[in-house]
């Protein structure tokens, strides 16, 4: 599969999961349900370049972790978003490396901002996920993930950080 298509996949998925998020914490919508769609889209997107990409899986399963073990994934929508992402590994992936144990770890530090209280200049490594994009770009540099997973992740990000500031227009 083409990077380019990869790339439009990951700014989908990074928009959909703000969204997703933006749906249950902005909201004033009173069905916290509407967000199912859009977490199981993602979901099923974030699974599908697990699946064909080798860097996305790695990086985006070290995400997932991340999420997990900083409870990040706490609502409907993520919830629905997740098991859209186990089911595409669960019937296609066969292997689980240990890489993304680490990426999670790095992944996890990057949400610590969430549940400690940083300030002065760490906030804006926090704020930007600074973490998780110099230990990503150290496993490049160290030949332990490609090129692409650190062109995904700033792809990811960067429809986040749009989404995000379209949604704070809207959901207030």
């Not at 439009?8 to 902005?26: N, R």
């Not at 790095?106 to 600074?130: C, Q, V």
Request: glycine share 8%; with cysteine.
């Amino acid at each position: 599969m083409s990077l380019l298509t990869i790339l439009i996949i990951s700014f989908l998925s990074g928009s959909l999961i703000k969204f997703t998020d933006d749906i249950s914490d902005k909201s004033i919508i009173a069905n916290p349900f509407i967000s199912i769609p859009f977490g199981l889209a993602y979901g099923l997107l974030m699974g599908y370049l697990m699946m064909i990409d080798t860097s996305a899986s790695y990086l985006f399963g070290g995400i997932v972790l991340g999420c997990l073990i900083t409870g990040k994934i706490n609502n409907t929508g993520h919830y629905f978003g997740l098991s859209g992402i186990l089911i595409i590994n669960f019937l296609y992936v066969d292997t689980l490396s240990p890489l993304v144990l680490l990426i999670g770890a790095i992944a996890a530090f990057d949400e610590l901002k969430d549940i400690i209280n940083i300030s002065g200049p760490l906030k804006f490594i926090f704020d930007y996920r600074m973490t998780l994009k110099i230990g990503i770009f150290v496993l490049v540099i160290l030949n332990f993930l490609e090129l692409n997973a650190l062109i995904i992740l700033l792809v990811f990000d960067l429809a986040y950080i749009l989404t995000d500031s379209l949604t704070s227009r809207f959901f207030k």
